[in-house]
């Protein structure tokens, strides 16, 4: 397999990866500001949200 291995040492991310570290923080953080639920364990599901729901 001919090709250079110049990047394959230093096992660099692409551009594209560095977008997507907080994105989950985000949307949990969306989560808990809509409905005052803080979910700690991904990924937030519909029945952990309803497990922590206050109950009327």
């Known amino acids: 397999m001919g090709g ?5 040492h230093f096992k660099a991310k692409g551009i594209g990866e560095l977008g997507r570290c907080g994105v989950s923080a985000a ?3 969306a ?3 809509a409905a005052r639920v ?3 364990n991904y990924p937030v ?3 952990k949200l309803i ?3 206050p109950p009327d």
Not at 4 to 8: P, V, Y
């Open 38 to 40: 803080r979910v700690r």
């Open 31 to 33: 989560v808990y500001n």
């Open 4 to 8: 250079s291995r110049l990047g394959a």
């Open 51 to 53: 497990d922590r729901l």
């Open 27 to 29: 949307v949990a953080n």
């Open 45 to 47: 599901t519909r029945g």
